[in-house]
C-alpha cells in the first residue's frame, strides 16, 4: 500500500533488518534483549483482526520464521511473542529473546530499565547473522558470538 508509513516512535526506537514479503522487519535498539519487531506494511491496521485472512497467515509465517531465526542466532531460553499496541497502536508484533539472566527475568522486558543502545558495529553483526539464518531457514545459522 502507497500510504503505508512505519510509525515515528518505532522508527525512532528500533534499526532496520529487511524487508519481508508482508512486514518491515526491525531491531529493537536495546542490547539487553535481541528484540525483533515486525511491522505489517498495510496502512491503519491495529489489531490483528484487522488484516485479512491472506495477511494473517503471511503475519503468522513470517512471526514464525523471525522466531526460528532468533532461536538458532541467539539460543535462547524462553522465547516472547507479543502485540501489545498500547502505546504505539500500529500493528506491529514482538518477538524477544529472553536469558533467564537478563536484566528483566522473569518479568516482561518493558519499562524495567531504561534501552541500552547497540554499538554499531554488533548491530551491524547481529543483523548479518539474523539476516544469514532467515535465508537459511529451515535449517538457520551460526549461534557463537555476541550479543547474544
Known amino acids: 500500500m502507497t500510504d503505508f508509513a ?6 525512532a ?3 532496520a533488518v529487511r524487508t519481508l514479503a508482508l512486514c518491515d522487519l526491525r531491531l529493537m535498539n536495546d542490547a539487553r534483549y535481541p528484540w525483533l519487531v515486525l511491522v505489517p506494511r498495510r496502512a491503519g491496521m ?8 491472506s495477511d494473517q497467515l503471511l503475519l503468522y509465517d513470517e512471526v514464525r520464521a523471525c522466531a526460528r531465526a532468533l532461536q538458532t542466532v541467539c539460543a535462547p531460553d524462553k522465547l516472547n511473542i507479543a502485540t ?16 533467564r539472566n537478563d536484566d528483566a527475568w522473569p ?20 543483523v548479518a547473522r539474523l539476516n544469514a539464518a532467515l535465508v537459511a531457514l529451515p535449517m538457520g545459522s551460526d549461534s557463537n558470538s555476541d550479543p547474544c
Open 13 to 15: 526506537d528500533t534499526l
Open 107 to 126: 518479568r516482561p522486558v518493558w519499562g524495567v530499565h531504561p534501552a541500552v543502545a547497540y554499538q554499531d558495529d554488533i548491530a551491524e553483526s547481529l
Open 6 to 11: 512505519l510509525d515515528p516512535r518505532l522508527a
Open 84 to 99: 501489545l499496541g498500547n502505546v504505539v497502536a500500529q500493528l506491529h508484533v514482538h518477538v524477544i529473546a529472553r536469558f
Open 46 to 53: 491495529v489489531e490483528l483482526l484487522d488484516l485479512d485472512d
